[in-house]
């Protein structure tokens, strides 16, 4: 068993949400969870498939974004793997709706931080064994730290 590091490609601006998930259906599932969670949600998916053709099955709002998703489940390449690329909303407007969604198993990463996605490749199969979100942590937060928090989260809207 061969162990690799995959570099999800996205711009600065974007967020990224892999998981895994387990029916042909989960591209128009997905596609319907996200258009209707934010008004003219811009985004990509691609799902891998893992039997039968074992195509990547992509949709989207966004045709740039669609293909960033490609490009990723390409590099990725484990079966029942999703990659969805969000333009412009972020993981939080769209948890509940994608928890929701029948097919999908479970949630790697949700997040606009560098991913690296560990992969395990045995023969003609790969499995996704975990995520790299962001980087390391520089220290603990202090009052002033906390403050700025508190601050930032109210003037974005998401507390009072």
Request: hydrophobic share 40%; proline share 2%.
């Amino acid at each position: 068993m061969e162990i690799k590091l995959v570099d999800i490609k996205k711009d600065e601006e974007h967020n990224v949400i892999i998981g895994h998930t387990h029916f042909i259906k989960t591209i128009e599932d997905v596609y319907e969870a996200l258009v209707t969670s934010v008004p003219g949600i811009k985004f990509g998916v691609a799902f891998c498939e893992a039997s039968q053709k074992r195509l990547i099955r992509h949709s989207g709002t966004d045709e740039a974004l669609e293909k960033l998703a490609i490009e990723n489940a390409e590099r990725i390449g484990a079966g029942h793997t999703f990659v969805i690329i969000l333009g412009n909303a972020y993981p939080i407007n769209v948890m509940k709706d994608l928890k929701s969604v029948d097919e999908i198993v479970s949630i790697y990463c949700a997040t606009a931080n560098p991913v690296k996605v560990v992969v395990a490749e045995e023969g003609e199969q790969r499995a996704v064994i975990g995520v790299m979100d962001g980087l390391t942590p520089l220290g603990v937060e202090g009052e002033e730290d906390i403050k700025e928090r508190k601050e930032f989260l109210r003037k974005i809207g998401y507390k009072q």
